[in-house]
């Protein structure tokens, strides 16, 4: 029987127990719960509070890429505009420049036409000089000599006449 004292149930152990238990309770309750609830509130908001930054930046950095993107596409349509306007500007003054050759072209061409002019009438000028030189020369020589009237005439006429001839030639 000695056995069964041992695994006797004492009700005074047991409320005893019981009323350490609550006691221990009680006491790690007020010092030990409260202030680790209390730490773990603490904890807890500033997790949240972590989350809140996050979040706020990543939206921040969404608003930046989103930002970022429209400024791109705005420059890239900018940088096909100057382009655009840059072929339009070269292609006007390659137009302006091959006008401007063409009119100096035609200038240089007209001026060439008038200097071939001027120096084909000094030319016809310096040729009627000459003749009139020549026959001012033939003259002389023709009156120092004796001629008849008749003689006289028939070499006016021809030299007349060859006058006539080179200068049909020459137009």
């Known amino acids: 029987m000695q056995s069964l004292s ?9 409320l005893f127990a019981l009323a350490n238990l609550a006691i221990i309770y ?13 730490v773990l509130d603490e904890r807890r908001a500033e997790i949240d509070g972590i989350y809140a930054k996050a979040e706020k930046a990543s939206a921040e950095a969404e608003e930046s890429r989103l930002n970022y993107a429209a400024a791109m596409e705005a420059a890239e349509q900018t940088a096909n505009q100057l382009i655009m ?4 500007d070269a292609e006007r003054r390659g137009n302006e420049i091959e006008s401007e050759a063409r009119s100096r072209a035609a200038d240089i061409r007209r001026q060439a036409e008038t200097d071939a002019m ?8 310096d040729i009627r000089r000459e003749i009139a030189d020549v026959s001012t020369r033939l003259t002389g020589k023709l009156l ?5 009237e008749a003689d006289h005439r028939a070499l ?14 020459d137009k």
């Open 6 to 14: 041992i695994i006797s149930v004492n009700l005074w152990h047991v």
């Open 26 to 38: 009680v006491i790690v309750r007020r010092f030990l719960f409260k202030p680790v609830n209390k």
């Open 85 to 88: 306007e840059a072929s339009r």
């Open 118 to 125: 001027l120096e084909r009438r000094k030319a016809e000028d």
């Open 144 to 148: 120092e000599r004796e001629i008849s």
């Open 156 to 169: 006016i006429d021809s030299f007349l006449q060859e006058i006539g001839t080179e200068n049909d030639t």
